[in-house]
């Protein structure tokens, strides 16, 4: 049944194309036809470690020439990959996991091979930040990935003191020996505000802890083993107090232009989702407007 689709996905690969391939980050059934097809026709395959992703192919029984393209030899490297990309070959990017570019090497690669002429095309997969996000639970549309966390104490405290004023929700990777540090920085700041730690996404020992961040600080003291692996933190956004404005002015003017084409209650829940403002305050300014 899946032959079909991978002929067909295969017949599509271009030559001369540089494709930024996405692959499993733990699980490896998490991977698509498409990148399957891309890494079974690819003439060459620049991988972060040649070891790792030689698992990976060998698992599907995929043979391919590769070379190691990380980020201490991404821009010497480029010179090579332009020149197979010149002899019309595919080439296919990958890192040890997840896609490629971020917080990865492949940003460097990409834009010299688009700078050479070359066509570069993405093949999306799995990402740690998308998974995280998707199972925390926030409404909120818009979120900012922060990347690693500064491994130096000063850093690691000045950033987060910026996350302590913005409202949004923020994403960030965290490593084992670090953790605790970083919940305590964060504790220092702003120790109730919402968390949640995703651990070993999509692993054997995958693990989603959510409360505030002194309640995490509990959970990882309780339990040694909540502090192994790979981590993402998703920092929910500020609650507002209860004696601030109920209505922000983008949503005072986003239900304003709603209100001419959806009814005034369809119109207060997508003001709400999108900026989080009080729905009976929203509901009750529709009113007023409604009436003059």
Known sequence: MLQPLLERAQAHIEPQTLYVVATPIGNLSDITLHALAVLSRADLVCAEDTRMTGQLLAAYGIKAKMVSVREQNEQSMASKIIAALEDGQVVAQVSDAGTPAVCDPGARLVEQVRQAGFHVRPVVGASAVIAALSVAGIVAPDFEFAGFIPSKPNERRQLLAQWQSKPHTIIGYETPHRIEATLADMAALFPERRLM????????????????????????????????????????????????????????????????????????????????????????????????
């Open 197 to 292: 730690l995703a651990r070993e996404i999509t692993k054997t020992f995958e693990t989603f802890l959510v409360g505030s961040v002194t309640e995490l600080q509990d959970a990882l003291k309780q339990d040694s083993n909540q502090s192994r692996g790979e981590m993402v933190l998703v920092l929910h956004p500020l609650e507002k107090s209860t004696d601030e404005a109920g209505i922000s002015n983008e949503g005072e003017k986003l239900l304003q232009l709603l209100m001419d084409d959806m009814p005034l209650k369809k119109a207060c829940d997508i003001v709400h989702r999108t900026f989080g403002d009080n729905k009976k305050d929203l509901y009750d300014l529709g009113l007023t407007l409604k009436s003059k």
